[in-house]
């Protein structure tokens, strides 16, 4: 039998809870819905469709900025569907009536049209995973026991963050065996190192969580690092994976035995022995950014005060009273400069490249009341509500960040985002109106989307322009026993270093030794050049997958976690592949693998990321772009929709 629980079995809904508000507090809670999450939820509640009136329907087009309020709807018309779910709702408190999340077919199809029209072009398969429909349409539909019913199948998973906690479910839901090996203290991956003060999500929470399990309680629109920790480790533990994590185990190497037709890993538990354990198949987890990156400064050995990266967040010392500084403007500085400042007497921000901003006035704030009230007891409408924040997602800003070569233009790579850089650059501007110096360091002089572009909510720049804060352009020329120089003689006294440098992002699966078919050792293989067959799969490495592999990192459009359900449904069929074929092993053609990946370079050449020269975690040492997925999310889906199995060559 396949186990198909349901989102609402980890996060119930309470219906109910319309019943005990009162006109004004409804009222409330209509103000605060999005207008077309509402609307699609009350027609699928009540089977009304003046709800999916097409008056009321989005316009689509999404500017650089994201979706419009209301997605472009007249304000009258917003006032004027407002009232209407009012009054329904209303109804349905006094009616006393079981809502549930039941919807006819023909009316859901009806209701997704409003949604998001006839003419999208976007996969129905991705549609209706986004909006769990049927519940979990992702899950394996079948069990080993069902499938190969005398074979005895154990897959490592190495890493238990977001990626890993997927596949487990997903293993598990086959009937097939799995040990996950961490090699931190708990569960949680990136939000589980990340402990740094200041550290959230930066993409729109709702889209960030699992279809299949989707939260409507998440307390911000971008919720804080132990919020986002608190979800997956609770999943875990209802999915019944926490107990097959084992905890504070490294796996040092993964070696295949061509005779067994086995991996054999080697790890070690803390302060432990080394094991050697065989598995039929390995799905590495551990991410891009589980290995933070300090730059090789001269002198820093030298430094007596204390230093740390913002993945390694040192809790025991107290900024109080300190002179910080703190090295780099990427995501992780972003965060954590305007949340250590009340603290610290001095800090100084050493930059090489500011970032570009995107207008994101809601950034820190919290779910109202009155919204939580709705979104925990209207069914349907966090459903709703995350499947337009993926949809505004689906595309993106991908056209603004593609080249145009018959552009020609310093910073910006076609007219389009030239015009986003210009809308850009006068929103910097106009928050250093009153700052000539941070006016002129604070605009980037490379296009917009060549680097993550970070949200602005005003803080960043209220940071900057802090009393206690300077902004040092000038290059660091190393470090002292008291803090860091710059220049040829001047030199920042210092109590703590922050190093907010990032992480060795093109090292995938280091320092782990991979070692696959004939002793092909995979680092030595790669030889700095990351590459993967669909960011997942090796020539050389049978029954190895990765999970977020190379150049499967988003940037201008989705979530990480819609890629991580098509690569996990992906390994699953492959895996049901060999399982139904009697095999032992598959492993990816050489030919698969270089079409691939001569599409991915092409193609990744035509993004602003790919064309411009400025320094980025997204390219390795040579200049190649190792991290990035550089067509849309829908390409992505349909490539792994179905393993195309001529690629494939499979062992007996
Ligand atoms: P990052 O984006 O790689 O930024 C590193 C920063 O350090 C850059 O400003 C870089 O300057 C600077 N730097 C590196 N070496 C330097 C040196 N020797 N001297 C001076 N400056 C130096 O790293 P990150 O901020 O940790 O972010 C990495 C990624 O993690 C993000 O892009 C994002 O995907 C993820 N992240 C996500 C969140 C979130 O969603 N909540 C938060 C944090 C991080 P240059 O710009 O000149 O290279």
């Not at 006109?23 to 999450?37: F, M, N, Q, R």
């Not at 998973?157 to 961490?182: C, K, N, P, W």
């Not at 930066?202 to 132990?226: K, L």
């Not at 570009?356 to 349907?380: F, V």
Request: charged share 20%; glycine share 6%; proline share 7%.
């Amino acid at each position: 039998m396949v186990d198909r629980q349901t989102a609402s079995d980890f996060f119930p809904l309470h219906p109910e809870a319309l019943r005990d508000q009162s006109d004004a507090s409804l009222w409330e809670s209509v103000l605060a819905a999005e207008i077309h999450p509402l609307l699609c939820a009350l027609a699928l509640v009540t089977s009304d469709e003046a709800f999916i009136d097409p008056r009321f329907a989005p316009r689509v087009e999404l500017p650089a900025e994201g979706p419009p309020p209301h997605w472009g709807l007249d304000d009258d018309l917003v006032d004027e569907a407002r009232r209407l779910a009012f009054d329904r709702l209303r109804l349905l408190r006094d009616q006393g009536k079981t809502l549930t999340d039941d919807a006819e077919p023909p009316l859901l199809e009806r209701t997704i049209e409003f949604a998001i029209g006839r003419d999208h072009g976007v996969s129905e398969g991705l549609i209706r995973r986004e909006l769990d429909l049927p519940h979990d349409p992702s899950a394996p539909a079948w069990r080993l026991e069902e499938v190969a019913p005398d074979r005895r199948f154990h897959v490592a998973i190495i890493g238990a963050g977001m990626s890993g906690i997927l596949v487990a479910h997903r293993l598990q839901q086959a009937g097939i065996d799995y040990t996950v090996f961490e090699k931190n203290a708990d569960i949680g991956g990136t939000w589980y190192q990340n402990t740094y003060p200041g550290c959230r999500l930066d993409t729109p929470n709702f889209a960030y969580s699992y279809a299949f399990a989707q939260n409507p309680y998440w307390p911000s629109e971008f919720s804080e690092q132990r919020d986002i920790l608190s979800f997956f480790k609770s999943l875990s533990a209802e999915f019944s994976i926490t107990d097959r994590v084992r905890l504070n185990t490294e796996v040092l190497q993964a070696h295949y035995q061509n005779d067994a037709g086995l991996w054999t890993l080697r790890v070690q538990s803390q302060g432990g022995e080394i094991e050697a354990l065989k598995f039929d198949a390995v799905v590495s987890s551990v991410g891009q950014l589980n290995l933070p990156k300090i730059p090789d400064i001269q002198g820093a050995e030298e430094f007596l005060g204390s230093a740390w990266h913002t993945a390694r967040w040192n809790p025991e010392v107290s900024l109080k009273g300190k002179r910080v500084g703190v090295i780099g403007t990427g995501a992780s500085a972003y965060q954590v400069v305007p949340a250590i400042l009340s603290e610290v007497e001095s800090l100084v921000i050493f930059q090489r490249n500011p970032p570009w901003m995107l207008p994101t006035p809601r950034y820190h704030e919290r779910i109202s009341d009155a919204h939580q009230c709705l979104l925990g007891s209207l069914p349907h409408y966090a459903r709703w509500l995350r499947f337009f924040q993926v949809w505004a997602t689906v595309r993106g800003r991908w056209d603004l960040v593609r080249v145009d070569h018959a552009h020609q233009h310093p910073v910006s790579v076609s007219a389009a985002n030239e015009a986003l850089r210009v809308v850009l650059a006068q929103h910097i501007e106009a928050h250093y109106a009153d700052r000539p110096d941070l006016r002129q360091s604070q605009v980037p002089n490379y296009p917009p989307g060549a680097k993550r572009m970070l949200r602005d909510n005003g803080v960043w720049p209220a940071a900057l322009k802090d009393p206690r804060v300077r902004v040092e352009t000038r290059p660091i020329s190393g470090i002292c026993a008291s803090g860091i120089e710059v220049g040829n003689e001047d030199h920042h006294p210092l109590d703590v270093i922050i190093y907010a440098t990032g992480f060795r992002a093109s090292e995938f699966l280091a320092p782990m030794e991979i070692v696959g078919l004939g002793g092909r050792k995979l680092h030595e293989w790669w030889d700095g050049e990351a590459r993967a067959y669909l960011g997942m799969c090796m020539p050389g490495f049978p029954n190895f997958f990765c999970m977020y592999g190379p150049n499967t990192n988003l940037v201008v459009h989705g979530s990480l976690i819609l890629f991580a359900e098509s690569s996990a449904d992906y390994i699953m069929q492959c895996l049901r592949a060999l399982l139904i074929g009697k095999q032992r092993s598959m492993v990816v053609t050489d030919e698969a693998f270089q079409s691939f990946n001569e599409m991915i370079d092409r193609e990744n050449a035509l993004m602003a990321w790919g064309a411009s020269s400025v320094s980025s975690w997204y390219k390795n040492d040579q200049g190649r772009v190792t991290q990035n997925w550089p067509l849309s999310i829908d390409a992505f889906f349909k490539m792994t929709e179905k393993p195309c199995l001529n690629d494939f060559e499979f062992m007996a």
